[in-house]
């Protein structure tokens, strides 16, 4: 579920409000963390994903 940022921005804030400090602390280092993961995921080079041929979609090997 993709919220709008506002919307995004009102929730975090509401959820942040009855945190203690130690918890808002460790509620923003995840945010942070969780930013960065998307920004890096969104950096990511298509020429760098391996490619799978026609065979290998098929039919994918299964290791046991």
Do not use: W, Y
């Not at 799978?52 to 979609?57: A, C, D, F, G, R």
């Amino acid at each position: 579920m993709r919220l709008p940022t506002k919307q995004l921005i009102s929730k975090i804030e509401n959820l942040s409000d009855g945190l203690t400090p130690q918890q808002l602390s460790t509620f923003l280092d995840i945010i942070d963390a969780m930013t960065a993961l998307a920004e890096d995921a969104g950096n990511l080079n298509d020429d760098k994903k391996p490619t799978l041929s026609p065979k290998e979609v098929a039919c994918p090997s299964v290791v046991h």
